[in-house]
């Protein structure tokens, strides 16, 4: 069974950066996009940002500019660097593959506020 383990969250000032892991227990990672999603109290999940396999990455008009995603295929990791953060930007956030697998893991939370 496919493991995502998320970490890195925490609480963060407006304008601070925050760099957010994600380590996947799956097999030819290099082969699939990975993506970036987040849930903020009472809304529902949101995409953030994915990589494709060629490197390729795109990102939500909320965070483009501020987030950087990035992969190591040697350590089946993709990551997530938050610069300029947000008070909106505060919610848990989780990784997933492209196409996503039914199940998730626990996300990490990130909370931006003074």
């Known amino acids: 069974q496919v493991q995502l383990v998320e970490s890195g969250g925490g609480l963060v000032q407006p304008g601070g950066s925050l760099r957010l892991s994600c380590v996947l227990s799956?097999?030819?990672?290099?082969?699939?996009?990975m993506a970036w999603y987040r849930q903020a109290p009472g809304k529902q999940r949101e995409w953030v940002a994915n990589?494709?396999?060629?490197?390729?990455?795109n990102y939500a008009v909320s965070v483009k500019g501020r987030f950087t995603i990035s992969r190591d295929n040697a350590k089946n990791t993709v990551y997530l660097q938050m610069n300029s953060l947000k008070p909106e930007d505060t919610a848990r956030y989780y990784c997933?593959?492209?196409?996503?697998?039914?199940?998730w893991g626990q996300g990490t939370q990130v909370t931006v506020s003074t």
């Open positions: 799956m097999s030819r990672f290099s082969d699939y996009g």
């Open positions: 997933n593959r492209l196409p996503a697998f039914n199940s």
């Open positions: 990589i494709l396999s060629s490197g390729v990455t």
